[in-house]
């Protein structure tokens, strides 16, 4: 199964950024992403949340988090702090994918409800 998602990036007193989507494709119970360069200024909005998970990997030798909720139209990402902000920055697909591989172990739920994929820097 194979689905498109738009990227959004949320920062303080700014408007909501579109940028460059990812493929999200499942296969064998493991979730692959790859960049894509589709951007769309019309994008959907998050609906009812219907589950949060928090996530944690290893930053280069320091720990970085992430609030991660599923809601009805996609995923949001909120970091924990400053050091997990600046290290989503440069390494998005691989805090998204781990979100999304977690998300639907938890949820077990289609990966084609992700239709837009939020950083939240607010």
Do not use: C, W
Not at 32 to 46: E, M, S, V
Not at 51 to 76: A, C, E, K, N
Not at 85 to 112: F, H, L, P, W
């Amino acid at each position: 199964m194979t689905n498109d998602a738009q990227l959004v990036v949320l920062r303080p007193d700014r408007p909501p950024t579109v940028e460059r989507g990812y493929e999200i494709r499942l296969k064998d119970d493991q979730v692959n992403i790859r960049p894509i360069d589709k951007i769309d200024q019309n994008y959907q909005g998050l609906g009812n949340v219907i589950d949060r998970v928090s996530i944690s990997l290893d930053g280069g030798g320091t720990r970085v988090g992430y609030q991660v909720s599923l809601h009805d139209g996609g995923l949001h990402f909120k970091p924990d702090n400053a050091t997990s902000a600046s290290y989503i920055e440069d390494n998005r697909a691989t805090v998204i994918k781990e979100g999304i591989n977690q998300m639907y172990r938890r949820v077990n739920d289609s990966i084609d409800r992700i239709r837009t994929i939020f950083i939240d820097f607010q």
